[in-house]
């Protein structure tokens, strides 16, 4: 038998806070132990109690759950957060993921797709909007991989470029006039830099960020 999550919900609306907590409750497998209205208020339960899932209007009067969320998932690791926005805004996915949310979902989405998110976190899995993927919408890996790239020098950005590419290590030291054991040398610290182990997981990562960030190399 599957595990009956704990839920908290954090929202400005009473009614509507009751009303998602009925459609929690319904089948089971989800039991809502408290509902609030103010971040101060959600950050000290979710300190204290460890909710299995919590779900958050992303505006309440105090300010966003920007301001909150790092500090909820740091005390709470193993709490999920679904954050409702107003408007079906694909743009807030990727930072909000990045802080720790594990979904974000429109408060205008039926209860079923609202569940049916839940279910998939419940599995592993993120969910996004099928209307997302059909307007071009693909989600990327955090941004502080960019960062990571962003951090090689001209010289290490043009050896991972020539890589990418398929160029042999002997070829690219003669083009930039140093040694073989010189490449050697770049590599590791580029390795270090991007946090990886391969040449292929180097590649990976540097081809990633280079699609996009197009002017890496300006």
């Known amino acids: 038998m599957m595990k009956v999550w704990r839920v908290v919900i954090v929202g400005c609306h009473p009614t509507s806070m009751l009303g998602t907590k009925l459609i929690l409750e319904e089948g089971g497998e989800l039991e809502?132990?408290?509902?609030?209205?103010?971040?101060?208020?959600?950050?000290?339960?979710?300190r204290d109690t460890g909710p299995d899932l919590v779900l958050s209007d992303y505006q309440?009067?105090?300010?966003?759950?920007?301001?909150?969320?790092?500090?909820?998932k740091k005390s709470s690791?193993?709490?999920?957060?679904?954050?409702?926005?107003?408007e079906n805004d694909k743009e807030m996915f990727q930072p909000?993921?990045?802080?720790g949310a594990s979904g974000v979902l429109s408060k205008g989405a039926t209860p079923g797709q609202l569940l049916q998110m839940i279910n998939g976190i419940r599995e592993g899995f993120i969910s996004i909007p099928l209307e997302w993927i059909e307007k071009g919408f693909r989600p990327v890996t955090?941004?502080?991989?960019?960062?990571?790239?962003?951090?090689?020098?001209?010289?290490?950005?043009?050896?991972?470029?020539?890589?990418?590419?398929?160029?042999?290590?002997?070829?690219?030291?003669l083009e930039i006039e140093v040694s073989r054991r010189s490449i050697d040398n770049y590599l590791r610290?580029?390795?270090?830099?991007l946090e990886v182990s391969t040449r292929a997981q180097a590649?990976?990562?540097?081809?990633?960020?280079s699609r996009q960030n197009k002017q890496i190399y300006a």
């Open 77 to 86: 690791q193993g709490s999920h957060f679904i954050i409702m926005t107003e």
């Open 96 to 99: 909000l993921i990045e802080l």
């Open 142 to 173: 955090s941004s502080r991989g960019l960062d990571a790239v962003m951090q090689l020098t001209q010289t290490e950005m043009f050896i991972m470029e020539r890589i990418v590419q398929g160029i042999t290590y002997d070829k690219i030291a």
């Open 32 to 46: 809502v132990e408290g509902m609030y209205s103010t971040w101060s208020e959600c950050v000290s339960i979710v």
């Open 189 to 193: 610290k580029i390795y270090v830099k």
């Open 60 to 72: 309440m009067p105090e300010g966003t759950v920007e301001d909150v969320l790092p500090e909820m």
């Open 203 to 209: 590649i990976e990562k540097f081809a990633l960020f």
